[in-house]
């Protein structure tokens, strides 16, 4: 019942800059936990960084200091700002949430985004 979509991945040279941009959309109540994961190839999946409903934030340590996280509840998204971009940071980047869908029922939700390429050029 709810969509992620991801935009602002693309190619960029390392030390460049990117922004990305995931908008929830459906029939959501609240969404509790916001992330962006991604994936390189031959790799697993990996958490990136994470923001929970009191803003409370979380990082893998090989972004802490380049990437910062950050939610609008307004509009349910969440906002991915890249800088100081590695060729290592190249992956398919995922939008993640967890969602109530009714106010009735506590039970939550994951979600996935469908993913968006990010691409670092030495």
């Known amino acids: 019942q709810v969509q992620l979509v991801e935009s602002g991945g693309g190619l960029v040279q390392a030390g460049g800059s990117l922004r990305l941009s995931c908008a929830a959309s459906?029939?959501?109540?609240?969404?509790?936990?916001m992330a962006w994961y991604r994936q390189a190839p031959g790799k697993e999946r990996e958490l990136v960084a994470r923001?929970?409903?009191?803003?409370?934030?979380n990082y893998a340590d090989s972004v802490k200091g380049r990437f910062a996280i950050s939610r609008d509840n307004a509009k349910n998204a969440v906002y991915l700002q890249m800088t100081s971009l590695k060729p290592e940071d190249t992956a398919v980047y995922y939008c993640?949430?967890?969602?109530?869908?009714?106010?009735?029922?506590?039970?939550?939700?994951?979600?996935w985004g469908q993913g968006t390429q990010v691409t670092v050029s030495s």
């Open positions: 993640y949430c967890i969602a109530r869908l009714d106010s009735r029922v506590i039970n939550s939700y994951q979600y």
């Open positions: 459906g029939s959501i109540f609240s969404i509790n936990v």
């Open positions: 923001i929970a409903s009191d803003a409370s934030t």
